[in-house]
């Protein structure tokens, strides 16, 4: 199965807000537990795995919340995924998590030099 990014960050949105039911667009059953399995694997969320393959998500971790720190921003996610897309396709998360980064102290920058 192939990993979706935009699944990932979907169902990170949705523990933070709150919502009991994760993220419902569309996806089948299966594709959605394994990509709460891959957020745990990762290390930004804890879950548990009730029966083999069916993970329920528990809790973000800090490493999930420092994530979307940077991937909350739809205008950021979407120049992050466009960069990758048009130059080499698909890129690691870690790459992404740094274009990210990058775009938010380019943000960060502009913003201290307009108060100037």
């Given at each position: 199965m192939k990993r979706d990014i935009?699944?990932?960050r979907r169902i990170l949105l949705d523990l933070e807000s709150g919502s009991s039911a994760v993220h419902d667009g569309g996806e089948d059953t299966?594709?959605?537990h394994y990509h709460i399995q891959l957020l745990?694997?990762?290390?930004?969320i804890v879950a548990d795995?009730?029966?083999p393959g069916q993970w329920w998500?528990?809790?973000i971790t800090w490493a999930g919340h420092e994530f979307l720190d940077l991937a909350r921003n739809d205008?950021?996610?979407?120049?992050a995924k466009s960069n990758v897309a048009s130059k080499v396709?698909?890129?690691p998360f870690g790459i992404v998590q740094e274009l990210?980064?990058?775009d938010l102290r380019s943000a960060l920058s502009s913003a201290r030099t307009k108060k100037k």
């Open positions: 935009d699944l990932l299966e594709t959605l745990h694997d990762a290390g930004l795995e009730l029966v998500p528990e809790r205008i950021s996610w979407n120049r396709g698909s890129a990210l980064a990058r």
